[in-house]
């Protein structure tokens, strides 16, 4: 400290002197030595009051006042400085942690459409934040002529609601196998969930199994938004009612299923309540809203609807929604 | 929009009035208030819902929590003045079949 003093000293005689640009260069370069021993903002203060003392032997006591005013400001001043910046620090290494975490839930959650000759299949998932908390899963048996599609939706948002949603995967991956009834699927991933979610979380889910050969979707819901059936023949929607409760909430839980059969140009839009929860918006309302939207575009492919229906939504509710959003559309 | 929340006591119920929207932002000072209910056997939670305008999943997992914890406690717990918005929720989720639920204007 002394030998900083000695030389701040000297640096500030010359300036007050001077005024030259090199003594200010000196000055620049005395501010390493000031990072490099790590002195904190006060004592430099002091140090300048210090200096300011011996080179001018006739202050008034007042200054010194003043001086001891400034050090007292820069103190907490310093502190704050500190705080804030680990402040900083922690919220940057969350920040790269999420990223990580996101980009892991990507790859582990990553859905393949499946190419069916015999059914065109379309879907859309845009998550609002970073981790989508909806999930669609489609498997396709080729020996036994199975489509299943798993439509998810977790309640709540970030980490707790991506781990939940990789728990759901794990166990329809290991349930799939084999032609499984939906109310059966349905009941073991409420075993699953129900065991390991804390009270507050939930999981909603549609689940179909498609028979590629007879046409017909045998289907079940777990507290999910009703599935839209569009019956070409009589230009009309109806809603896939099917019963039950939500996946987590209750341990053991049985599961209703029934079936429908597409004709030709007959659609399935499966959806979460991204899309029909709009605020300031009727539910009803803004099925409708979906129905009329998808019903003017019927004759498109299945992948061309959900991203107009997406985008048509989007720029109705100002480019504003407000929660993950899914779409599959089912189309023979 | 703010969430206002008013508990009020007579004899064995409690009356929990809950006024606003319920969402994402709000729904963990609902949970707070909640979670700082006293469950007994002998009381009635009654939660009046008439006043939300608006409430999401996030909302409905705060009530989720709720029940499970009265029904582990043995309590008893109902809600009430559910408007045919909040109430189709509670349908379709399947929990209008577990809960206890009254629809329309409660008479104060």
Redo the contacts between chains.
Sequence with gaps: MEQLLIDYKQILSDYVVNRKEETLYNGQNYVRQLIQKNVAPEDVINIHRKAVEEIYTELPDSLSHAYDFLIEVMVQYGMKTREHQSLLIQKEELRIEMEIAARIQNILLNTTVPKIDQLDIGMISEPIRKMNGDYVHFLFDEEEDYLSIAVA?V???GVPAALCMSMLKNGLETLEYGNNDPSYILQVLNRIIEKSV?????V?SFYGRYDVNSSILTYGS?????ALYFNSKENAFCDLEC????LG??PEVKYSQSNIRLEENDFIMIVT?GVT?L?DC??IDSRNLLKEIAFSIRHLPAQEMCEKIYLELQRLQDYNL??DFTIVILKK | MELNIHFRKINNVLSVFIEGEIDTFTAPKLREKLESIVISQERLIELDLSKVTYMDSTGLGVFVALYKNVTRENGNLKLVGLTARIKRLFNITGLSELMNIEVGAKVE
């Design positions: 939706d309640v709540g948002k804390d009270d507050g979380m939930f909603s777990a507290g999910h938004e009703p019963k039950g409760l939500l909430v209750m309540d929860e605020r009727d539910v407000e929660d």
